[in-house]
């Protein structure tokens, strides 16, 4: 029985940038002083230190439960999947802050390079675990993929970010990165009711630069990589508010006050409220 993933639009095969994203990044964090790896970032209220420990969990889970099949703890009765990875994680960096940097930075290039290897040898086209924040069911591996890269570089970035480097923000990095954000967008959209054939067009410009449709076909959004004839709105946002809404580093509001929206301003507003992480809503 195959499922129809089709709506998440065209395939993207990011398995050749780990190993660059991963080398990388070791260089980055080699190049630290031990006053920038106190630094803090904007992510979870973890310093620079946290963050790369985190990058190591990601590493050491991915390997064990996928490549090993060892099965990972599982959420408590009643907690929730994003409360419960703020708490797993939360604990996994706490544990590590006893580790050094020197030794830190060791474990993420000897795990960084199984992880780039292990991507190299799956099937991009089968159907793996849920991403969640793209919909419920089974997705394909390519999307696996692509969200675990796209991950990586996020956290890359928020690291270049407290230090003041420049980051991976090539086309051939960031590009890749914006388009598996927007297979978040139908899901984003799904509560939203439109006739048939209605459009929302997503613009991106510099250096993840494209152009997302996303159009109500047959009771469900669909996303299209191309542009649509005549969208009932259009959202266009630089690549720096794209990632960084994609990614909760600032919210929707933020976001609309350096857009450029045209057209039905609910679809729109909708439209931002996209999240392409594992995310839930600050308590009020």
């Given at each position: ?108 290039q000897a795990t960084g390079d199984q992880v780039a290897e292990f991507w190299q040898a799956v099937d991009p ?88 449709a996303c159009t109500r076909d047959a009771g469900r959004w669909s996303l299209h990589r191309l542009p649509h ?48 992480i594992i995310w839930s809503p600050p308590n009020p």
């Amino acid at each position: 029985m195959t499922t129809d993933v089709s709506w998440l639009g065209p395939p993207i095969d990011v398995r050749p940038l780990f190993a660059p994203q991963q080398a990388a990044f070791a260089s980055l964090l080699r190049g630290l002083t031990p006053a920038q790896w106190a630094l803090p970032t904007i992510c979870l209220g973890w310093d620079v230190k946290d963050v790369a420990a985190h990058v190591l969990g990601d590493h050491i889970g991915r390997l064990s439960r996928h490549r090993d099949g060892y099965a990972a703890p599982r959420p408590r009765n009643g907690e929730r999947l994003p409360a419960f990875l703020d708490r797993f994680n939360g604990e996994w960096v706490a544990a590590a802050r006893r580790i050094s940097p020197r030794l830190l930075i060791g474990q993420l290039q000897a795990t960084g390079d199984q992880v780039a290897e292990f991507w190299q040898a799956v099937d991009p086209d089968a159907l793996g675990e849920a991403v969640s924040w793209a919909g419920p069911g089974p997705a394909p591996v390519w999307l696996d993929a692509a969200r675990d890269f796209s991950e990586y570089w996020t956290h890359h970035r928020q690291i270049c970010d407290a230090t003041g480097q420049p980051g991976l923000m090539s086309p051939g990095h960031a590009g890749p990165v914006i388009d598996t954000f927007m297979r978040a967008l139908p899901h984003t959209l799904r509560n939203v009711t439109a006739p048939e054939g209605t459009a929302l067009q997503m613009t991106v410009t510099g250096p993840g630069a494209g152009e997302w449709a996303c159009t109500r076909d047959a009771g469900r959004w669909s996303l299209h990589r191309l542009p649509h004839s005549k969208p009932a709105a259009h959202v266009e946002l630089d690549t720096d508010t794209a990632w960084r809404l994609c990614t909760r580093g600032i919210t929707p509001q933020q976001a609309a006050r350096r857009a450029r929206i045209d057209g039905d301003h609910h679809l729109a507003t909708a439209a931002l409220q996209i999240v392409s992480i594992i995310w839930s809503p600050p308590n009020p």
